[in-house]
């Protein structure tokens, strides 16, 4: 009786990581959407937009437990992406100069990261 209950609180455990990683990519392909979209919004150069969309993708993908994960972030990333850069200008109010700080902070932090989740990376220094 006690290796069935075991075995029953691994099960609720591993479910419930599952879905916290499930909610983690929802959430960051959310949050790396909207302030994308607020980038192009407040006109930062498309290139580094599709740069860091292209390794927050990478992130999104290696943050999810599976395939169906994956996908559901990278549709919730283009909703907001799309939300955000095609409003109206009186629809979003950011103020762009903490866009831009932010979405530096970000560049940043996906260049050094992403080498990692390549496979045969070596691995990020550090």
């Known amino acids: 009786m006690r290796g069935i209950a075991?075995?029953?609180?691994?099960?609720?455990c591993a479910g419930a990581i599952g879905t916290?990683?499930?909610?983690?990519?929802?959430?960051?392909?959310e949050r790396s959407g909207f302030l994308l979209g607020a980038a192009h919004h407040c006109g930062i150069d498309n290139d580094r937009i599709v740069q860091?969309?292209?390794?927050?993708?990478?992130?999104?993908?290696?943050?999810?437990?599976?395939?169906?994960?994956a996908e559901a972030a990278s549709k919730r990333f283009a909703e907001?992406?799309?939300a955000?850069?095609?409003?109206?200008?009186?629809?979003v109010t950011v103020r762009?100069?903490?866009v831009a700080t932010e979405f530096t902070r970000l560049e940043r932090h996906?260049?050094?990261?992403t080498p990692a989740l390549r496979p045969g990376s070596p691995p990020a220094p550090g």
């Open 6 to 12: 075991i075995a029953a609180a691994a099960l609720l």
């Open 20 to 29: 916290a990683q499930a909610a983690g990519s929802l959430s960051l392909a």
């Open 52 to 69: 860091v969309g292209q390794r927050m993708m990478t992130v999104i993908a290696g943050n999810g437990e599976d395939a169906q994960v």
């Open 80 to 82: 907001f992406f799309v």
């Open 84 to 91: 955000t850069s095609s409003a109206d200008e009186g629809k």
């Open 96 to 98: 762009c100069d903490t």
């Open 110 to 113: 996906t260049r050094a990261i």
